[in-house]
């Protein structure tokens, strides 16, 4: 039977933070599935089909990971891929406060013997945050060692467009 996992969130964009723990989970299971979650609630700073193109771009020295977009529900798309690991990134408390929470809710949604299973992240990403890039980004700053060189490329022509 595969050991399959799956590394969920927005990555928008994906950061050297998120890499490295990709890099990880790969190491750890046959598949690791990356999967953008689409949130109709908001406005991404790439869409939903550039957030794919890039993660797989960047995860493409990774033969076993795959990536994919889902809308809805995580636990459905877990139940509905048979996962046995949702992979989590933690970089301080706050994460942990906040993750430990979703993993006792998806401990209720997931119908499987699905384990949420946390990694650490390296200190030296432990900063790095979608959202803080996006924003030293948009104000002129560069983004290029918390990123991998195509998503530094990527930012760059969005904000000339």
Request: net charge negative; aromatic share 8%.
């Given at each position: 039977?595969?050991r399959?996992?799956?590394?969920?969130?927005?990555?928008d964009?994906v950061?050297?933070g998120?890499?490295n723990i990709?890099e990880?989970a790969?190491?750890?299971y046959?598949?690791?599935?990356?999967?953008i979650?689409?949130n109709?609630?908001?406005?991404?700073?790439?869409?939903?089909?550039?957030r794919?193109?890039?993660a797989?771009k960047?995860?493409?020295?990774i033969p076993?990971?795959k990536v994919?977009?889902?809308?809805?529900?995580?636990a459905?798309?877990?139940?509905?891929n048979?996962?046995?690991a949702y992979?989590r990134?933690?970089r301080?408390t706050?994460?942990f406060?906040?993750?430990?929470?979703?993993a006792?809710?998806n401990a209720l949604l997931f119908t499987?013997?699905?384990?949420?299973v946390f990694?650490?992240t390296d200190p030296?990403?432990?900063?790095?945050?979608?959202?803080?890039?996006k924003?030293?980004?948009?104000?002129?700053?560069s983004?290029?060692?918390l990123?991998?060189?195509?998503?530094?490329q990527?930012m760059k022509?969005?904000?000339?467009?």
């Open positions: 039977m595969e399959k996992a799956l590394y969920a969130g927005s990555f964009p950061t050297n998120h890499l990709i990880r790969a190491g750890m046959d598949s690791l599935t990356v999967a979650a689409v109709p609630h908001k406005t991404g700073f790439f869409t939903i089909d550039e794919a193109e890039i797989r960047v995860t493409a020295h076993n990971v994919d977009t889902f809308e809805g529900l995580l459905d798309y877990v139940n509905k048979g996962f046995i992979v990134g933690l301080a706050t994460d406060e906040n993750e430990l929470q979703m006792q809710m499987g013997d699905t384990e949420t990694l650490m030296q990403y432990s900063f790095i945050s979608s959202s803080l890039i924003e030293v980004a948009s104000l002129g700053g983004v290029d060692e990123v991998p060189p195509y998503v530094a990527r022509e969005k904000l000339s467009e």
